[in-house]
């Protein structure tokens, strides 16, 4: 048990863990937003 304990909470395998959730994160946003054309919507201020 004393040797799970280092491995999880040994500096670079909490810098992994942080790396993963927060790029989860990111794909989950960039996934929940999509990736939309620029090109694709009206432009707000045509009639300026």
């Known amino acids: 048990m004393k040797h799970l304990k280092y491995y999880l909470y040994h500096p670079v395998a909490l810098f992994v863990y942080k790396t993963i959730f927060y790029l989860v994160i990111l794909l989950g ?20």
Not at 30 to 37: E, N, V
Not at 38 to 43: D, E, I, L, R, V
């Open 29 to 48: 946003l960039l996934w929940f937003y999509g990736f939309k054309d620029p090109n694709s919507g009206g432009f707000i201020y045509e009639e300026f």
